[in-house]
């Protein structure tokens, strides 16, 4: 295998990149990529190159109705595959692909050279500490583009698949804005890769989700992260609360007093109570309803309120119930679903190496797909039966 040059990120977080773009900063505005950018031949139009790219997110964000955190970090994440291999690989800017390039980059990023593969998360594309948010955070050089627990493992096909229609998305963005001459390249095929459906859509058993949570409650206790990843999971397994009634937006407020105890006691008819406790879903509207919570669920919120120094005993605050790190802002949907895809490695790694969890490398390939979804299609399988 040939050892192509070492890959760079491009894209820094979302909160960074839109902060850039409104203060009117060229992009990219970080000097340590630029740095990197002035070695590639200029025959790449790097930093040309890069903008496009830039546009065509922000273009993408207008026009698609989406929760555009999570989106952000997969179309940034296929954009700097297609750039870096455009600079480092072919030599040749983007906008000269044609249909065999398109094919060879496809061919390339399911079995990616070994300096392109992380074997474990790499964390963060930037370094932040003490540095200009903007335009002076050190590039993280543990950070590879592929992340792969085996190196010699191609990727999964419904990674191929989003990698393929970004790119493509990307080379018809660049003919429809007059820099390319052609239209995009016919949609190449992606290369034959392992298919990953049973692996998405596999339920998790009942002794996996009692790992999973056991492993949560082990090593959230100084981690606010994954305390608030234990709690919105929680929300899956144990409750019907819909996973955007956590979060504010034009039609739910996220507040943690909708979690209280009942405000009276039982009467003949009331549907039974397995706590005293209960989530009031549209608090105030014609809709108002009540959802009971069971114990479980009560002992792992508490957990949650008392880890953000908030007393359980009384009525619960007008607090958002998922705060923005270091904001007064509720987190939105979007952003707690890129956080679980941004935990469930290293989740998945411990479970993998964990000798005592009955076929742990079959669990942990499901926790490499953890959504909040999945845990609640999991309670639901597991109740039918």
């Keep these: 295998m040939t050892r192509t040059?070492?890959?760079?990120?491009?894209f820094p977080t979302m909160s960074t990149f839109v902060r850039c773009i409104n203060d009117g900063l060229d992009f990219p505005a970080n000097i340590h990529v630029l740095e990197r950018l002035s070695r590639v031949d200029e025959s790449c139009l790097p930093v040309e190159m890069c903008r496009h790219a830039a546009d065509f997110i922000l273009e993408s964000m207008r026009i698609k109705r989406t929760p555009w955190p999570g989106r952000y970090s997969d179309?940034?994440?296929?954009?700097q595959m297609a750039l870096n291999w455009s600079f480092l690989v072919d030599r040749r800017p983007i906008t000269q692909w044609d249909n065999v390039t398109f094919t060879e980059f496809l061919r390339f990023i399911s079995q990616p050279d070994y300096n392109w593969v992380s074997r474990s998360p790499a964390g963060s594309r930037f370094n932040s500490a003490g540095q200009p948010v903007l335009t002076a955070q050190s590039i993280n050089p543990a950070w590879r583009p592929c992340y792969r627990r085996d190196p010699d493992a191609p990727i999964v096909s419904t990674v191929?698949?989003?990698?393929?229609?970004?790119?493509?998305?990307?080379?018809s963005y660049l003919n429809r804005i007059g820099v390319r001459a052609q239209p995009a390249p016919a949609m190449a095929r992606s290369p034959e890769v392992p298919d990953s459906k049973g692996l998405e859509s596999a339920n998790?058993?009942?002794h996996e989700i009692d790992w999973l949570f056991?492993?949560?409650?082990?090593?959230s206790q100084f981690d606010v992260e994954l305390q608030l990843c234990r709690f919105v999971l929680a929300v899956a397994r144990y409750t019907t609360i819909p996973l955007a009634d956590l979060s504010p937006d034009a039609q739910h407020v996220g507040l943690l007093s909708q979690f209280m105890t009942y405000p009276r006691s039982p009467e003949p008819g009331d549907p039974p109570r397995c706590s005293p406790w209960v989530f009031i879903d549209n608090p105030g509207a014609p809709l108002e309803t009540q959802r009971p919570?069971?114990?479980q669920f009560v002992l792992i919120l508490k957990d949650y309120v008392q880890s953000r120094g908030i007393s359980i005993g009384e009525a619960l605050p007008d607090a958002y119930t998922l705060p923005e790190n270091r904001s007064s802002k509720g987190m939105p949907t979007g952003t707690v679903q890129a956080m679980i895809r941004r935990l469930r490695g290293a989740i998945a790694e411990a479970a993998r190496g964990d000798k005592v969890l009955p076929n742990a490398s079959e669990t942990a390939l499901k926790i490499e797909h953890l959504t909040f979804s999945?845990?609640?299609?999991?309670?639901?399988a597991l109740t039918i039966r």
Excluded: D
């Design 5 to 10: 040059l070492s890959p760079f990120p491009i």
């Design 75 to 79: 179309y940034s994440a296929v954009l």
């Design 160 to 171: 191929m698949r989003q990698v393929r229609g970004i790119t493509y998305g990307f080379l």
């Design 204 to 206: 998790l058993l009942s």
């Design 214 to 219: 056991a492993h949560l409650q082990s090593k």
């Design 293 to 295: 919570l069971c114990l």
């Design 374 to 380: 999945q845990v609640r299609r999991s309670m639901r």
